[in-house]
């Protein structure tokens, strides 16, 4: 970068201008999930949540008219970590929109036990079976390929693990029957 700066004060180049821009927009994002890798690991209070009325809002940020994100969830609420718990679905949605572009994905819930389990669930290719836990490891990718167009950073994940360790949750990939991913959370038990 230090360079085409450079060359720009002896030529403007729009084509060179655009690509700094891109490189930039690249690094602010790959330094954000950096730091929401490294906030993941602070403590955040609990609250009383409405997990139906949480998970809509949700819904509704990620949802598009290619990709609709449509919730199941039965009345209930929940203590939870709303700000680490939002950015945990949030990047699960994001990967499976990024994996089954144009397909719906759904966002699941269900109380059993007196334990609460959140899934994203698309219809995207799946990962294989001997691949699943490394993905949770940061910058691993299943697309080698360095364009965050084929893949991101390689940190969604990671960092979703990480607000799980922090709050006490689990955090697993599995095979969806009839194709696709499912990917959950399971919130610690209320007592």
Known sequence: MRL???MLKDD???TLIERMERDIEQM???IGNVLDLARGLQHEKPIRTNMPDFL??????FSTPASPVTVTCPPGTWLAAQTALQRAIGNLLQNAQRYAPGLPVELVANFEHKHCHIGVLDQGPGIA???????FQPFHRLDASR???TGGSGLGLA???????????QVELAARPGGGLQAWIALETEE
């Open 56 to 61: 809509h809002q949700i819904a509704a940020d």
């Open 12 to 14: 403007h180049n729009p």
């Open 129 to 135: 079976p001997e691949q699943r836990e490394a993905m």
């Open 28 to 30: 602010n994002r790959l």
């Open 147 to 149: 364009s965050p167009a």
């Open 159 to 169: 960092i979703v693990r990480e607000l799980a360790r922090s709050n006490g949750w």
């Open 4 to 6: 085409a700066l450079e």
